[in-house]
T-cell receptor
Framework: NAGVTQTPKFRILKIGQSMTLQCTQD?????MYWYRQDPGMGLKLIYY???????DKGEVPNGYNVSRSTTEDFPLRLELAAPSQTSVYFC??????????FGPGTRLTVT | AQTVTQSQPEMSVQEAETVTLSCTYD???????LFWYKQPPSRQMILVIR??????QNATENRFSVNFQKAAKSFSLKISDSQLGDTAMYFC??????????FGTGTRLTIIP
């Protein structure tokens, strides 16, 4: 199993550009999550999903959108990038929500 | 809302010594989960240990153990016989039901050779 994979690893965006961060898991987990980690801080939840077709907002959803059309994929969309979205983004998945497996992260810089 | 506090931004210890990282949390719930995650320079988040609040026995995973004090809402991590590979950021996290993990701000641990 590859576990949780994220692409790209690094990205630089200009203000106002859009992009999609990809997340895929091959463990058949129902639960998937997107977090952001700002410098010197812990992770904050952006969006999560408890199964295909179901998504819900986390603590910091503004400026982001998600979809969950399959069990494996949970892409995160940034429509109009802003400098405040400069962060490291982590995707995670879990079978029962009690033990989350994290991807390697995507470092995004918006300038 | 739940909060998690890690009051030690940085710690360092000599290799082979024992170190304890502190974590306190605030919740009105009685059944929940607590976690310690390790984040090495590679940025990968790695689960170190998990504690169910309904269990009185402290969790142990090899050199890692916790001191869970439910009444005091305290959840410290003890690393015995510390190794250079233990150098990392350590995050305490809280989970209630199917809700989100709430993370502390982390403790940067450095193991000195």
């Amino acid at each position: 199993n590859a576990g949780v994979t994220q692409t790209p690893k690094f990205r630089i965006l200009k203000i106002g550009q859009s992009m999609t961060l990809q997340c895929t898991q091959d463990m058949n987990h129902n639960y998937m999550y997107w977090y952001r980690q700002d410098p010197g801080m812990g992770l904050k939840l952006i969006y999560y999903s408890v199964g295909a077709g179901i998504t819900d907002k986390g603590e910091v959803p503004n400026g982001y959108n998600v979809s969950r059309s399959t069990t494996e994929d949970f892409p995160l969309r940034l429509e109009l990038a802003a400098p405040s979205q400069t962060s490291v983004y982590f995707c995670a998945s879990s079978y029962n929500s009690y033990e989350q497996y994290f991807g390697p992260g995507t470092r995004l810089t918006v300038t | 809302a739940q909060t998690v506090t890690q009051s030690q931004p940085e710690m360092s210890v000599q290799e082979a010594e024992t170190v304890t990282l502190s974590c306190t949390y605030d919740t009105s719930e009685s059944n929940y989960y607590l976690f310690w995650y390790k984040q090495p320079p590679s940025r990968q988040m790695i689960l170190v240990i998990r504690q169910e609040a309904y269990k009185q026995q402290n969790a142990t995973e090899n050199r890692f153990s916790v001191n869970f004090q439910k009444a005091a809402k305290s959840f410290s991590l003890k690393i015995s016989d510390s190794q250079l590979g233990d150098t990392a950021m350590y995050f305490c996290a809280f989970l209630f039901g199917n809700e989100k993990l709430t993370f502390g701000t982390g403790t940067r641990l450095t193991i000195i050779p």
